[in-house]
């Protein structure tokens, strides 16, 4: 769900802390997390 997703690329901690300052960096981060939350959810689904 949305919502589990959310929480775990909240727990990620180059997100969770912000260390990028600035707003390019930090949107790289969310989209880097969120392919790796998606890259690991389909290999887990595949037999």
């Known amino acids: 769900t949305v919502e ?9 901690r180059g997100i969770a802390t912000r260390y990028d300052k600035t707003p390019d960096s930090y949107l790289a981060g969310l989209y880097l997390r969120a392919s790796m939350i998606w890259i690991k959810d389909l290999t887990r689904a595949t037999p």
Do not use: D, L, V
């Open 4 to 12: 589990r997703a959310i929480n775990r690329m909240k727990a990620w």
